[in-house]
């Protein structure tokens, strides 16, 4: 059983900062890359970070300098430093990690933190 569990949501005000948390739980599960999406209302799921096992990131663009990916490995652990919060960041944001279990390639989700941000 895999499962990804997600903290670190809430609701504040535009310019602040939040910093969102994501535990893979796993057995048998061996992690590759780790990553945030994010859902606004009436739009579709979007690629907002991720970070590979290497460490090498990728941004959306509406992101770049503002959030910051990071991961413990050692923990099963990623993480989303958001700074500089606007209003057009709500959103609920969900974890992503892929892999290997049992030999196959899979893909899991968490169940979605919520970020309100007002102005």
């Known amino acids: 059983q895999v499962q990804l569990v997600e903290s670190g949501g809430g609701l504040v005000q535009a310019g602040e900062s939040l910093r969102l948390s994501c535990e893979v739980s796993?057995?048998?599960?061996?992690?590759?890359?780790m990553g945030w999406y994010r859902q606004a209302p009436g739009k579709q799921r979007e690629l907002v970070a991720q970070i590979s096992i290497a460490g090498s990131t990728n941004y959306a663009d509406s992101v770049k300098g503002r959030f910051t990916i990071s991961r413990d490995n050692a923990k099963n652990t990623v993480y989303l430093q958001m700074n500089s919060l606007k209003p057009e960041d709500t959103a609920v944001y969900y974890c992503k990690a892929d892999g290997l279990l049992v030999g196959v390639w899979v893909d899991y989700w968490g169940q979605g933190t919520r970020v309100t941000v007002s102005s």
């Open positions: 796993r057995s048998r599960f061996t992690i590759n890359a």
